[in-house]
């Protein structure tokens, strides 16, 4: 979906606008490819974490992946700071 939807937002930008949005390549290609590569190793983990645990052990687990980037967010880069929207 993100393959054929980027695309898409990118040239309807260029259209509505008529300049490209800029990419920012140089301040994003690292930090980008670095949480990529982390996030790659976390699934492959995962993965070979189930026949050890069980799937029912294991998959509860893979999905407190949303809670814990959440709070990281809220938390430690303060992505939120309203109250009400955090406990929403």
């Known amino acids: 979906g993100t393959m054929l939807l980027s ?3 990118f040239y309807a930008h260029k259209f509505q606008t008529g ?3 800029p990419l920012h ?3 994003a290609l690292g930090t980008g490819l ?6 790659n190793i976390g699934n492959l983990l995962s993965i ?3 026949p050890s ?3 029912g052990v294991a998959y509860p687990i893979m999905q407190c992946a949303i809670l814990v980037s959440g709070m990281w967010g809220i938390y430690a ?3 939120i700071t ?5 406990l929403v």
């Open 19 to 21: 300049a490209l949005p």
């Open 48 to 50: 070979l974490a189930i």
């Open 25 to 27: 390549v140089k301040q």
């Open 82 to 86: 309203d109250r009400t929207t955090i």
């Open 77 to 79: 880069f303060q992505e």
């Open 34 to 39: 670095a949480s990529g590569f982390i996030w």
């Open 7 to 9: 695309p898409l937002v």
């Open 53 to 55: 645990l069980g799937y």
